[in-house]
């Protein structure tokens, strides 16, 4: 598989995973680009970096955020490789392992689910602010509020009533609005 094989496998297991935010390859200000990184409820997020070759994962462990873990995204992390090019015991800390073996993506070893620290926190909102700043270059002469707002304009234009297929905004599912996923896990 390639590299960019293995990410689209990681795009679609973060969704499996119950991710319902989902950005591949997207750079943040402590340096990292994750090659795919999800956000659960509670703004858990779930870190996967694919690794096609020993001597990326060998060159991956010398990056300044995996030198010292704290700056690191994911409060999960995994490396995603292709059948077996990693053995567990040579993951940093608390990592978790995924491969992809005839064409089934298996998890050979679980992540903690802790490793995120407050500075990597203060790094995830940057790269989600970043990739919205992108988005609004990209929908302008739109604010990203006018654009999110496109279905009251819909149902404006249908006299008051969305057309068929699409659900009102209170009618979305959206965990990351459910005031029960913002309380603390016990």
Not at 158 to 162: D, H
């Given at each position: 598989m390639t590299h960019a094989q293995l990410?689209?496998?990681a795009v679609a297991w973060l969704r499996r995973y119950r991710c319902g935010v989902v950005l591949s390859e997207q750079a943040c200000a402590s340096g990292e680009m994750p090659d795919a990184i999800g956000w659960k409820g509670q703004s858990h997020s779930v870190l996967v970096e694919c690794k096609v070759s020993r001597g990326d994962f060998l060159a991956d462990r010398e990056k300044p955020f995996r030198r010292k873990p704290e700056m690191g995204?994911?409060?999960?992390?995994f490396y995603l490789t292709q059948g077996s090019l990693l053995r567990p015991e040579e993951l940093p800390p608390g990592w978790g392992l995924l491969e992809v073996k005839n064409r089934r993506l298996e998890m050979?070893?679980?992540s903690a689910k802790n490793l995120r620290?407050?500075?990597?926190f203060r790094y995830e909102?940057?790269?989600l602010l970043a990739s919205?700043?992108?988005v609004e270059v990209r929908i302008e002469p739109q604010s990203i509020t006018d654009?999110?707002?496109w279905k009251n304009r819909m149902a404006e234009y249908?006299?008051?009533?969305?057309p068929e297929g699409l659900l009102s905004g209170e009618a979305e599912e959206n965990v990351f609005l459910d005031p029960e996923e913002l309380l603390p896990t016990q």
């Open positions: 990410v689209s496998t995204l994911g409060c999960e992390r050979v070893q679980p620290t407050a500075k990597g909102m940057n790269l919205l700043r992108r654009f999110l707002k249908n006299r008051g009533t969305l």
